[in-house]
């Protein structure tokens, strides 16, 4: 089974704070993303990556970014956090086409971390 | 731009009984990728069902199946013998086959099952 592990089920941060949030997966999946998910609003793509060192913004990247310095391990970086940043922040991994049967199907489903419910005072 | 609505913001179903969840969405794309993914609750969102958009079967996974009708584009969800255990936000996904990348949720139903 794949494992998408978050490192923080929760975390306390300041106002101003540097925050980073870590996603680690062990099945060696090209593509990562950082999602947040609010009450009303659904998942929101933050940031994905779809290669070591490549990125690219989704939906609501303003005051994030992102690292991706090895293939299993995507970090979340909040430069200054801020009060309207409290959320629950999920991660994810796909693979980018898998082979089933003789055919390269590229409907590969994601995989999600447990989430992290980050609140910023 | 992708768009996936989710008309129910909250249903609830009696046990054993069968519920439907609707899912409608927009793309200009031909090819592209459906899902309805189930997160219960304080646990790990996982995938439920799955459907491609060029087959004309509806896909099933036990008692889950879905009502896919591509040229009124939805995507409804059906659950037969309905347990405890599937109280859940459900969400419905669309994705683009032409990318690997982006995923589009709407903005969840949340299901509870009633003994």
């Known amino acids: 089974d794949v494992k998408v592990t978050q490192s923080s089920r929760y975390l306390v941060k300041r106002t101003g704070e540097k925050v980073f949030l870590e996603c680690v997966q062990d099945m060696d999946h090209e593509n990562m993303f950082w999602y947040r998910q609010d009450p009303g609003l659904g998942l929101r793509l933050i940031y994905f990556s779809y290669d070591v060192k490549m990125k690219e913004k989704g939906d609501i990247p303003e005051g994030y970014s992102v690292s991706r310095e090895k293939k299993e391990r995507f970090s979340l970086i909040l430069e200054s956090a801020s009060t309207n940043q409290t959320s629950m922040y999920l991660c994810?991994?796909?693979?980018?086409?898998?082979?089933?049967?003789?055919?390269?199907?590229?409907?590969?489903?994601?995989?999600f971390g447990d989430g992290t419910r980050l609140s910023i005072l | 731009a992708q768009t996936v609505t989710q008309s129910q913001p909250e249903m609830s179903v009696q046990e054993a009984e069968t519920v439907t969840l609707s899912c409608t969405y927009d793309?200009?794309?031909?090819?592209?990728?459906l899902f309805w993914y189930k997160q219960p609750p304080s646990r790990q969102m996982i995938l439920v069902i799955r459907q491609e958009a060029y087959k004309q079967q509806n896909a099933t996974e036990n008692r889950f199946s879905v009502n896919f009708q591509k040229a009124a584009k939805s995507f409804s969800l059906k659950i037969s013998d309905s347990q405890l255990g599937d109280t859940a936000m459900y969400f419905c996904?669309?994705?683009?086959?032409?990318?690997?990348?982006?995923?589009?949720f709407g903005k969840g139903t949340l299901l509870t099952v009633n003994p």
């Open positions: 994810a991994s796909s693979l980018d086409r898998a082979l089933i049967g003789t055919r390269l199907r590229s409907n590969q489903p994601q995989h």
């Open positions: 996904a669309l994705k683009s086959g032409g990318s690997n990348y982006k995923l589009t």
């Open positions: 793309t200009s794309e031909n090819n592209y990728y």
